[in-house]
T-cell receptor
Framework: KQEVTQIPAALSVPEGENLVLNCSFT??????LQWFRQDPGKGLTSLLL?????REQTSGRLNASLDKSSGRSTLYIAASQPGDSATYLC?????????????FGQGTELSVKP | DTEVTQTPKHLVMGMTNKKSLKCEQH?????MYWYKQKAKKPPELMFV???????INESVPSRFSPECPNSSLLNLHLHALQPEDSALYLC??????????????FGPGTRLLVL
């Protein structure tokens, strides 16, 4: 059974710091790995999607990498800002389930202090 | 337009009530999803509709009844719920399940409280 783990569970940093969020998964049979952002009480916003054949994706100050063989992904946030404060969730889309069944990690709650 | 809308935003219901949640998208997506999210937990998949047919039911109790009247609309009918069903209910859509380069677009959710 696929398990997705995120470390750390919570992170507090001063504004301007570069930071790394970690995600690991136990079964490498995935279509893709996705990173989402969720603000309190809101829906999820897709940040980056990395297909299983890709190694990384970039969008603005965000960079996500995928090492499928080791079951790991990292989300790098450069020059963090208070507006980045949110919960960050990673999710894998497994090949066994006709696609579309995202399995989420528990999330990392990020707080960026001004 | 990359928006998924959900109504109502908030819902309070008693255990004997019948209510429905509504989700709509006009992106031409053919897959739609219902998730349940408890506080401080990740979303958990409940149902997947693919081309208006139920393709995944994650062993959800029968007091939750999904319906997909057309490719743009997804409903979740609620009946005889329990207080532990109180949660944020999220709807999502994607172009097609199993398309590895496509993400899911989430609505803002319906906050449900069962008394």
């Amino acid at each position: 059974k696929q398990e997705v783990t995120q470390i750390p569970a919570a992170l507090s940093v001063p504004e301007g710091e570069n930071l790394v969020l970690n995600c690991s998964f136990t079964d490498s049979a995935i279509y893709n790995l996705q990173w989402f952002r969720q603000d309190p009480g809101k829906g999820l916003t897709s940040l980056l999607l990395i297909q299983s054949s890709q190694r990384e994706q970039t969008s603005g100050r965000l960079n996500a990498s995928l090492d499928k063989s080791s079951g790991r992904s990292t989300l790098y946030i450069a020059a963090s800002q208070p507006g980045d404060s949110a919960t960050y969730l990673c999710a894998v889309d497994e090949v066994y389930n006709q696609g579309g069944k995202l399995i989420f990690g528990q999330g990392t709650e990020l707080s960026v202090k001004p | 337009d990359t928006e998924v809308t959900q109504t109502p935003k908030h819902l309070v219901m008693g255990m004997t009530n019948k209510k429905s949640l509504k989700c709509e998208q006009h992106m031409g997506h053919r897959a739609m999803y219902w998730y349940k999210q408890k506080a401080k937990k990740p979303p958990e998949l409940m149902f997947v509709y693919s081309y208006e047919k139920l393709s995944i039911n994650e062993s959800v109790p029968s007091r939750f009844s999904p319906e997909c009247p057309n490719s743009s609309l997804l409903n979740l009918h609620l009946h005889a719920l329990q207080p532990e069903d109180s949660a944020l209910y999220l709807c999502a859509s994607s172009l097609d399940p199993g398309t590895p380069w496509e993400t899911q677009y989430f609505g803002p959710g319906t906050r449900l409280l069962v008394l």
